[in-house]
T-cell receptor, first 114, second 115 residues
Framework: GESVGLHLPTLSVQEGDNSIINCAYS??????FIWYKQESGKGPQFIID?????DKRQGQRVTVLLNKTVKHLSLQIAATQPGDSAVYFC?????????????FGKGTKLSVKP | DTGVSQNPRHKITKRGQNVTFRCDPI?????LYWYRQTLGQGPEFLTY????????KSRLLSDRFSAERPKGSFSTLEIQRTEQGDSAMYLC?????????????FGSGTQLSVL
């Protein structure tokens, strides 16, 4: 069946270090992936997305890598800051770019130590 | 603040009661989504609208749940005869679907506790 999951439920990093959050998916038909950040008491906030015809996409301090061979997605955050502390979710869909019915993973909690 | 407003922020109810939540999306957005999130889990899709038309409902959605978007603007989600298992955060999101990739903007949710 379809599933999106995360390797690590929690991640603790020192301020200024780089963070890597991983995600595995099982639906080979998935063609669009999104990373969301969710702070306490708030809804998920879009960070970055990538389509299945790409391997890498960069944003401001964030990079998403997609390995379709092993169905693996990662989010890299450069120079992690205290404001990056949150739960991070990967999500996938297979509707050619429409977010429509997103399937979310369980989330990784990122804690940044000052 | 994403511009998506949800009310109330918190709702406590007794089992068997009906509850209704409201979502006001970003004004120019034509799509509106409802998701449910339980503690420690990612959001789970419930249903979505394009303008006033409800285009998809999750197969997991009980018939006690109903959603409306009568004028293609705000939406309501009603849960009838609430059960303790309905306790969760109910999230609304909106987007402007014009082609290409679509970005969802989520509200802060309504936290439902069923006693």
């Amino acid at each position: 069946g379809e599933s999106v999951g995360l390797h690590l439920p929690t991640l603790s990093v020192q301020e200024g270090d780089n963070s890597i959050i991983n995600c595995a998916y099982s639906n080979s038909a998935s063609d669009y992936f999104i990373w969301y950040k969710q702070e306490s008491g708030k809804g998920p906030q879009f960070i970055i997305d990538i389509r299945s015809n790409m391997d890498k996409r960069q944003g401001q301090r964030v990079t998403v890598l997609l390995n379709k061979t092993v169905k693996h997605l990662s989010l890299q955050i450069a120079a992690t800051q205290p404001g990056d502390s949150a739960v991070y979710f990967c999500a996938e869909t297979h509707r050619g770019g429409s977010q429509g019915n997103l399937i979310f993973g369980k989330g990784t909690k990122l804690s940044v130590k000052p | 603040d994403t511009g998506v407003s949800q009310n109330p922020r918190h709702k406590i109810t007794k089992r068997g009661q009906n509850v209704t939540f409201r979502c006001d999306p970003i004004s120019e957005h034509n799509r509106l989504y409802w998701y449910r999130q339980t503690l420690g889990q990612g959001p789970e899709f419930l249903t979505y609208f394009q303008n006033e038309a409800q285009l998809e409902k999750s197969r997991l959605l009980s018939d006690r749940f109903s959603a409306e978007r009568p004028k293609g603007s705000f939406s309501t989600l009603e849960i009838q005869r609430t059960e303790q298992g309905d306790s969760a955060m109910y999230l609304c999101a909106s987007s402007l679907r014009t082609g290409g990739n679509e970005k969802l903007f989520f509200g802060s949710g309504t936290q439902l506790s069923v006693l």
